[in-house]
């Protein structure tokens, strides 16, 4: 498994230097073509104190996925924090309805600044996204617990 700066040990991760090279590389922006038949709908979490001594898990949840459309596959979400690409991570299919799938992604997230981050998360089957607004502070890593 490779990594990428700023990730931990969650879910499948890429290194990239162009997040949309790496989704082409990937085969997984074919996923967004004429066969997706209907929107999915993203959104993004984070759980944890975000703090740069201590991580942090960001989750995207994406429901009405059709698999069928997307050849089978659960497709992956693009994480970003700003403007800045945090990595793509593949996501896997948490429960199926007759309406679609849902599929979860989600990574440790170490972020190396204090301040205000939007974080973002758009989905590869047809680009549908959210993001959420997430004050990170310097914190305190005890081992088992971050203050």
């Not at 967004?32 to 944890?48: C, D, M, Q, R, Y």
């Not at 204090?114 to 590869?124: D, K, Q, R, W």
Request: glycine fraction near 16%.
């Amino acid at each position: 498994m490779l990594s990428l700066r700023g990730f931990g040990s969650v879910g499948g991760r890429l290194q990239v230097g162009s997040a949309l090279a790496a989704m082409v590389a990937a085969g997984i922006v074919a996923l967004s073509g004429p066969g997706v038949a209907h929107a999915a709908t993203t959104s993004v979490t984070v759980s944890g104190r975000a703090s740069t001594a201590c991580p942090a898990t960001v989750t995207a949840t994406v429901s009405g996925v059709n698999l069928a459309a997307n050849g089978g596959s659960p497709g992956a979400v693009l994480f970003g924090d700003g403007a800045a690409t945090l990595g793509i991570v593949l996501a896997t299919v948490q429960s199926t309805t007759p309406t679609g799938a849902t599929v979860v992604a989600a990574f440790e997230w170490h972020p190396a600044t204090t301040g205000t981050h939007v974080l973002t998360a758009v989905y590869s089957g047809d680009s549908s996204g959210d993001h959420t607004t997430v004050e990170v502070g310097t914190g305190i890593n005890l081992g088992s617990v971050c203050l």
